[in-house]
């Protein structure tokens, strides 16, 4: 069973950065993709970044060049760089992984908080 552990989260003032980190229980690159979605309060759940085993990235609209998606392979961890944080970045931001053939994984989900 993998197993998906986030941290990172917490409450930060609008302007600020946090880093979100997601360990894997298992070798990373062996994952076919990546990905950091989030849940705001009474909305769907929306995908924030994607890293793919090649390295290719993608984000949502509302965090380009903002946020920066990365993974350390020696390290099984996945990172989400997230700066000039908005307060409609308050959600709960969960990791999730893709296997190769096609079962999908989640963590328990970090808390970030933006206000004032």
């Known amino acids: 069973q993998v197993q998906l552990v986030e941290s990172g989260g917490g409450l930060v003032q609008p302007g600020g950065s946090l880093r979100l980190s997601c360990a894997a229980s298992?070798?990373?690159?062996?994952?076919?993709?990546m990905r950091w979605y989030r849940q705001a309060p009474g909305k769907q759940r929306e995908l924030v970044a994607a890293?793919?085993?090649?390295?290719?990235?993608n984000y949502a609209d509302s965090v380009k060049g903002r946020f920066t998606i990365s993974r350390d392979n020696a390290k099984n961890t996945v990172f989400l760089q997230m700066n000039s944080l908005k307060p409609e970045a308050t959600a709960v931001y969960y990791c999730?992984?893709?296997?190769?053939?096609?079962?999908?994984?989640w963590g328990q989900g970090t808390q970030v908080t933006v206000s004032a």
């Open positions: 890293v793919t085993a090649g390295g290719s990235t």
């Open positions: 999730n992984a893709t296997d190769m053939d096609g079962t999908d994984y």
């Open positions: 298992r070798f990373i690159f062996s994952f076919y993709v």
